[in-house]
């Protein structure tokens, strides 16, 4: 069997004993981090999605960290659901290498905050999966095809359900584009800080003179901007647009550069990168990377 065959057979074939290949990963591996970063915040998809699936979705699945008290490991649960208070339930979908408090077939109950990946099958195509998609990226370019075939699912960008709120760089992102969809000019300004984009543009030009009084003319210039371009070129639309969020990039604790695709009905795509910086409102967007 290849690497994840047996995480998307049917239950039944789930029970047997047989058992999937361990892929170590460090803790300190940053694309395995923000794998598991991204699975938490989308969470609340997985859990929409499983309480009213629809024909489509053939197949949940949720990775939870397993601790029992001496060696920790990362397990998919299969059948999961979960309570009233929020609270994960699961059957061990493979038998633990490392960790003794769990068997396989075992429904098990835990905490949410414990949840590290999460993943639904809809018509062959992956949704979530993220730390599959990390250990697919860190592979070499001439094994990402055999690992596709292993697999045996259709793998793309995929489609990323941050909430369009202030608490995530992405979901600044997606107030911004909401703001666009709706032409609302002050809304569009809330999602902004023009005195860091001032900051990040005078140091990009290796301006020595970024006095307080040059940044906040410089922001006051970035507003304008930002608003006769709106006024004369129109809003950009996004309402029809499926968005992936594939790459974060960490600059300081409060700046990070963001990777987001834009995937078109008729299945073409376009990149940008964003910096996004986190005040004390919350993320707010930056100016486009050049």
């Keep these: 069997m290849g690497l994840f065959s047996r995480l998307f057979r049917k239950r039944s074939e789930l029970a047997s004993n047989e058992q999937l290949p361990v892929v170590h990963i460090p803790d300190s ?48 649960l299969t059948t999961p659901s979960f309570d009233d208070e929020g609270n994960l339930y699961g059957e061990v979908g493979n038998k633990p290498v490392y ?13 949410p905050q414990f949840i590290t990946d999460w993943m639904i099958i809809e018509n062959g195509r992956l949704i979530g999966g993220y730390t599959i998609r990390a250990i ?43 703001a666009y969809d709706e032409q609302d000019i002050e809304k569009a300004l809330s999602c902004k800080n ?34 006769k371009n709106l006024e004369e070129k129109g809003f950009p ?10 790459a974060r990039t960490k600059i300081t604790e409060n700046l990070y550069l963001i990777t987001e695709y834009c995937i078109f009905p008729d299945g073409g795509k376009s990149r940008q990168q964003l910096y996004t910086f986190r005040d004390e409102d919350g993320w707010k967007v930056l100016n486009v990377a050049e």
């Design 237 to 246: 639309v996004f309402h029809n647009l499926l968005r992936a969020f594939p």
């Design 194 to 227: 023009f005195n860091e984009e001032a900051k990040l543009l005078l140091k990009k030009m290796n301006d020595r003179f970024n006095s307080p009084e040059i940044v906040e003319a410089t922001a006051e210039v970035l507003r304008l901007s930002f608003i």
């Design 99 to 111: 960790v003794n408090s769990v068997n396989i077939n075992q429904r098990i109950g835990i905490d």
């Design 29 to 76: 591996d940053e694309r395995m981090n923000w794998a598991i970063e991204k699975a938490r915040a989308t969470v609340h998809h997985f859990q929409d999605s499983l309480s009213e699936p629809t024909p489509e979705q053939q197949y949940f699945s949720v990775k939870v960290l397993i601790d029992d008290g001496t060696n920790r490991e990362h397990i998919w």
């Design 136 to 178: 697919r990226e860190g592979l070499p370019e001439h094994e990402v095809a055999d690992f596709d075939r292993q697999v045996g699912l259709y793998i793309d960008e995929g489609v990323d359900y941050f909430a369009h709120d202030f608490t995530t760089p992405e979901g600044a992102i997606l107030c911004l584009e909401d």
